[in-house]
């Protein structure tokens, strides 16, 4: 059978018009067949939420309706994106915290400004490069991710405080008021949430202070539709409200999370708690087919590499070669390999490590990339090396996006780490602690949970942030934000956010059909291709032809998408989540 491959530039046809005209002529021989169409192809088979005033989306009903109660009361998409943040520590614990820490991408329609804010945990003063090496020199992952120590200082309060602070209208009183009454007085245990209480239910045992809050006397999970009460968390996000940020870093909270890592091999101080601080900076910026992307910078590796996968992409005819076709995912897989190949090398704190963000996301460097990849056969992950640009993350991760009437825009990741973290609270908090220590590289060459390998850039120093893949992000018509989106997903939430975006702009989806599509996953090592079910069993054949090794696993990602146009606002929560919802007014 001859298959048509029209692709850009490429060295077959040596220029895209001769592409075009050979699959033209090829055209109703014995060419692309019909079966290698995908399983989302129209762009009205899902249907998004529509509204006319605001619209928020999140992983979770409760925190949805909470985020537009406050955009009803006047309140702006800061306002509610802070009041989601908080509400998602009571009603989805797994991953949503205050004992963790993200990034949050901030758009003041007002003034045109556009911010990344950086609240990422950071390694406590006492941390070394080997605190995580047995006496074989091997990484211990016990101890980094289920003990005391593999805890960093949470960036959570400090970075909702910051947003809320020069971004939004309300006070953190007022926006707090909704999680600190579902702490108080209970909420009801979904489906969802017993679930994971379950599948967690030895890890959460081990840890006195957790297991009263989340578990029976006899310490079986609490179950569907029981309530769940959190009297300490309720305390300590009063605290919160009323004394603001230093409640947590320098009050009784300080003080609580002090003395349980201290009586437990912990080494988070008081020093630690008083001297962390979130940082604002500037996103990174890229554009892709007429519109600019901007997202988080280092040290999140989400931004550079999404607008570097972007740029590599940009030169290739993806909407004729059609959507989760052979040829539009081979590239992709190409593109992707690389581009991870680069994370293990150059990403880190760029307050430690000098990243070439510039570099990474030249137009100029994609193009060097672009000539490596090749259109017939898949590269080997163990020929792919870092390249040479130019000069100078958990699954239980969540995201929400928001968008106001006055054209604001939040986009925001945050988390635990692990599903729970640590599974460790605070003795008198009711606050889940972070297993962020995890992220670093424990010993360079060796992956971590996610199987992300890391180097120098990313090793472990005090004071340091962690390398993360989260990728909030806002896209841009016209100089007008279009939509806003992210994903949870560990090492995937980079390429689920780029086929969110190459849905929307390549394959003219609309934004629900676009989270709904069947996604796919590559990051250099290992050497797989990971596909979820959906995708075309010939289509599958052809990859495995062209020597990818296919690999059909669990689904990937919970994207929450707003997007915004001229009668209002649509919204799209992820249907691989339950219990996420879009909802505006």
């Not at 997202?295 to 590499?305: E, L, Q, R, T």
């Not at 259109?375 to 040479?388: E, M, Q, V």
Request: glycine content about 10%; overall charge neutral; aromatic content about 6%.
């Amino acid at each position: 059978m001859i298959r048509i491959t029209v692709k850009a530039w490429t060295r077959e046809c040596g220029s895209w018009l001769a592409g075009l005209v050979v699959a033209l002529l090829l055209i109703g021989t014995d060419a692309v067949v019909a079966k290698d169409t995908p399983i989302i192809s129209g762009r009205d088979i899902f249907h998004p939420v529509f509204a006319r005033h605001g619209m928020v989306s999140t992983q979770e009903v409760t925190a949805t309706g909470i985020g537009v109660d406050i955009l009803k009361k006047g309140g702006n998409a800061v306002d509610a994106a802070v009041a989601v943040g908080f509400a998602l520590a009571v009603t989805l614990p797994r991953a949503g915290n205050i004992g963790g820490g993200g990034f949050m991408m901030v758009h003041i329609a007002a003034s045109g400004k556009t911010v990344a804010i950086d609240y990422r945990e950071m390694a406590p003063a006492g941390a070394t490069g080997k605190m995580y090496l047995d006496s074989q020199g091997n990484v211990d992952k016990q101890r980094a991710r289920f003990s005391y120590l593999s805890v960093g200082v949470p960036g959570t309060v400090a970075g909702m405080a910051l947003a809320l602070e020069k971004y939004g209208t309300m006070s953190l009183a007022e926006v707090m008021a909704p999680a600190i009454f579902l702490a108080r007085n209970g909420i009801t245990v979904t489906s969802q949430t017993a679930g994971a209480l379950h599948r967690r239910q030895k890890r959460l045992s081990k840890h006195p202070a957790t297991a009263r809050i989340f578990l029976h006397s006899d310490g079986t999970a609490l179950a569907a539709g029981e309530q769940l009460v959190q009297a300490d968390l309720a305390e300590s996000l009063t605290q919160i409200a009323e004394q603001g940020p230093d409640a947590f870093y320098r009050g009784e909270i300080a003080r609580k999370i002090a003395a349980s890592m201290s009586a437990n091999g912990g080494l988070i101080t008081m020093d630690d708690l008083k001297n962390y601080t979130a940082v604002e900076r500037a996103p990174v910026h890229g554009s892709y087919r007429g519109y600019d992307i901007y997202s988080m910078p280092p040290p999140s590796s989400g931004g550079v590499h999404l607008i570097q996968l972007l740029n590599i992409l940009e030169d290739y005819p993806i909407a004729f070669l059609g959507h989760n076709t052979a040829d539009t995912i081979h590239l992709m897989t190409e593109a992707m390999k690389l581009a991870y190949a680069d994370r293990s090398h150059y990403l880190g704190d760029p307050d430690f490590w000098k990243v070439p963000v510039a570099g990474l996301t030249s137009k100029a460097y994609a193009a060097k990339l672009r000539e490596k990849i090749s259109l017939r056969y898949a590269t080997p992950s163990k020929s792919i090396k870092p390249g040479d640009p130019l000069p100078h993350e958990s699954n239980e991760t969540t995201h929400y996006s928001i968008m106001d009437s006055a054209g604001n825009v939040v986009s925001n990741t945050y988390t635990l780490n692990f599903s729970f973290g640590t599974g460790i609270v605070a003795a008198g908090t009711g606050i889940l602690l972070n297993n962020e220590m995890d992220d670093f590289s424990a010993k360079p060459g060796v992956p971590n949970a996610f199987g992300l390998v890391g180097g120098e850039a990313n090793a472990i120093e005090a004071h340091k942030r962690p390398l993360s893949s989260m990728t909030p992000t806002i896209v841009f018509r016209d100089g007008k934000a279009s939509f806003a989106t992210g994903s949870p997903g560990g090492s995937r939430i980079i390429t689920t956010t780029l086929q969110l975006i190459m849905n929307v702009v390549d394959h003219e989806m609309n934004i629900s059909a676009a989270t709904a599509a069947s996604r796919i996953h590559h990051q250099w090592l290992p050497d797989k291709l990971r596909v979820e079910a959906g995708i075309s069993g010939d289509t599958l054949d052809l990859l495995s032809t062209m020597g990818h090794n296919i690999q059909i696993g669990n689904v990937m990602g919970s994207t929450q998408t707003v997007m915004r146009f001229d009668q209002g606002f649509f919204g799209a929560a992820d249907p691989r989540r339950v219990g996420a919802r879009a909802q505006g007014y």
